[in-house]
């Protein structure tokens, strides 16, 4: 059976200049070393992105967080204290020249699941997954031959700024599992662009499951490097079950109208699976008698 292990990239050394997030850095400063920016992080990192892990229902996985070497003191502690929290968070301190080279490391970390292969899973370190994300994402790669890539297509994003919650349906996200094969350690997650992934497996090897609740949360922020939230008003309703699901998010609603459009929505598809379940339980009853 294959291990599930989860690899984020924190602030290691980036070659990668992003316009937004170095706008008020001086030149020749280090974001991924600037207090200012590592406290929105931490700050984000703490609020969604930790707890969603805390609550994974299958507690049997490796998370791995990557952070430079030169992380200032005070956010060491944090680190520790994530640690001594949640036994599966496994910080990794990278210089810049392993940071550069993260991938080749990993690779080699990873060549100790050769006689099973390993899930591999990407999340960032500002987003959030379902609670059973690592579940589900077991019961369809644990015993997986082959290589194989999984896909939750259906996502959320969330404005914490504004508190407002959109659906995002997108199957070739960045929220992708990716199942080695026995014998090889040499692609994961990290080994290809998440939009480039038909050209990694082929068609009957990447497997798509729809849930009923969306199975990962964008965070958008203001700091992101590239996400923003999407505004088409096709997407703005989404299901009540996501308050539940993800409790963290202070989703709120512009307008009594959009509440109870969004109920509207959501009763047919309520009634149906309440009559499936009913004809399901007098199918079992009818089969017990005729027995």
């Not at 990557?66 to 910080?91: N, Q, W, Y």
């Not at 390993?118 to 994402?137: P, S």
């Not at 309440?274 to 017990?288: E, V």
Request: proline share 4%; net charge negative.
């Amino acid at each position: 059976m294959k291990p599930v292990v989860v690899i984020t990239r924190f602030n290691l050394a980036s070659r990668y200049r992003y316009r937004k997030l170095y706008a008020d850095v001086p030149e020749g400063h280090y974001i991924f070393l600037d207090e200012d920016y590592l406290e929105k992080r931490f700050a984000l990192f703490e609020k969604y992105t930790f707890p969603s892990f805390e609550a994974q229902t299958d507690a049997d996985f490796r998370w791995i967080v990557m952070f430079h070497a030169d992380t200032p003191a005070r956010f060491r502690e944090k680190i520790d204290a994530f640690s001594e929290k949640l036994t599966v968070f496994e910080p990794w301190f990278l210089d810049d020249d392993e940071s550069d080279r993260f991938l080749e490391i990993i690779k080699d970390r990873l060549s100790e699941y050769d006689d099973t292969g390993v899930i591999t899973v990407r999340v960032d370190n500002d987003d959030m997954i379902g609670r059973d994300f690592v579940e589900i994402a077991k019961q369809h790669l644990a015993d997986s031959e082959g290589t194989f890539v999984l896909t939750f297509p259906r996502g959320l994003q969330y404005d914490m700024r504004t508190g407002r919650c959109m659906k995002y349906t997108y199957v070739n996200n960045h929220f992708m599992c990716h199942a080695s094969a026995p014998g090889s350690h040499d692609t994961n997650i990290y080994s290809f662009q998440h939009t480039d992934v038909d050209k990694v497996v082929s068609g009957e090897h990447k497997i798509i499951v729809k849930t009923e609740l969306p199975m990962w949360v964008e965070i958008v922020s203001g700091t992101n490097c590239v996400n923003e939230i999407w505004t088409r008003p096709s997407k703005v309703f989404v299901p009540y079950g996501v308050k539940a699901a993800y409790p963290e998010l202070d989703i709120k609603w512009s307008s009594k109208r959009q509440w109870a459009l969004n109920a509207a929505m959501s009763l047919p598809g309520a009634f149906f699976r309440m009559f499936a379940d009913i004809f399901t339980l007098i199918k079992l009853r009818m089969g017990r008698i005729l027995s």
